[in-house]
C-alpha cells in the first residue's frame, strides 16, 4: 500500500500534469466504494477546474474551483492511469475526462480503492507535523505497541506498515515496544526519526522514478526489505509474520 512519501510524490507529478483542466465528465465504473451516487458525482464536478492535487494522510485529494474535493485512497492495489482520450486501463473504478482529452483512472482490481466526494475531515495529525511533544502526550496515555501505534490513522496520518519498521529502526525501537515505556530522550529521537525517513524516502523515490504516479518504491530500505537479510550495517534482519509483517533487528531496544 503506498504510503506518505510514495504520495507526496504522487500527488506533486498530478498536480504538474493535470491543475487547470476542466473536467468534461466523471464515469464511474464500480460503484461499490463511492459514498454518493455516481450522478451526482459526475453532475458536481463536471465543468470545474482541476485547482490542485496534494496529500491528506495515506490519501490523494483533488481540489477543483468550485471548493469541492475529490478523495482517492488507493488501499492495498490500486493504482492510477494517465491516458489521452481513450481509458484502457484494467480494473478502472472511476475515470476522470477532461476537455482537452486528458483523463486519469483510479483502478483496483480487488475493487476497494476508495473515491469520496467531500470528505470529512479526520482526526491525527499528519506524520510530517509530529513533534516530540506531541508523541509524549500520545505515548505516555498508551500501552499499545509503539509500531501499532504509529500506524494508527486516527493518531498519527500517513504512516503504513513498512514506514513503521523504518522508522523504528532508524530510532533504535524494538516495534514491540510498550508505548508508555519508552523514555523521554527516546521519544525525541523517534519523533526526529519520523521526519527523517520519511523525508529521505520521498528523495529516494523522486531520484529513482522521477514521474511515477502509481506503484511503490522500496529497494532503499534498510529493514522492511523481503529480500534482504541484513541491514547495510550488518545486522541481522528478523522477520515476525501475522496479519502484517514486522521486520526488525535485534540491536533495537525493547522496552516494556
Sequence with gaps: MPELPDLQVFSANLDKKLSGKTVKEVIVHN???????????????QGQK??????????????FSKGDV???????????NLFEGKNDAKYTVIE????????????????AATPTLNPEEKPGVDALQVDQKFLREKL???????KTLLMDQKVIRGIGNAYADEILYEAGISPFSV????????????????KTVLQDAEKHILKEKPDIISGEVRSFLKVHATK????PNGETI?????????????????YQ
Design 31 to 45: 460503484s461499490k466504494k463511492l459514498n454518493v451516487k455516481p450522478d451526482e458525482l459526475n453532475k458536481t464536478l
Design 179 to 194: 508505548s508508555n515505556k519508552i523514555p523521554e530522550n527516546k521519544v525525541k529521537t523517534l519523533a526526529k526519526a519520523i
Design 238 to 254: 528478523h522477520v515476525k509474520e501475522g496479519t502484517r509483517k514486522t521486520y526488525y533487528t535485534d540491536e533495537q531496544e525493547l
Design 50 to 63: 482541476l485547482k490542485e492535487v496534494y496529500r491528506d494522510g495515506k490519501e490523494l485529494h483533488l481540489k
Design 228 to 231: 534482504k537479510k541484513e541491514t
Design 96 to 111: 476522470i475526462d477532461f476537455e482537452d482529452g486528458a483523463g486519469l483512472a483510479l483502478t483496483d482490481w480487488q475493487s
Design 70 to 80: 475529490l478523495a482517492l485512497h488507493l488501499m492495498l492495489h490500486g493504482g492510477l
Design 140 to 146: 505516555g496515555k498508551s500501552r499499545t505497541i509503539i
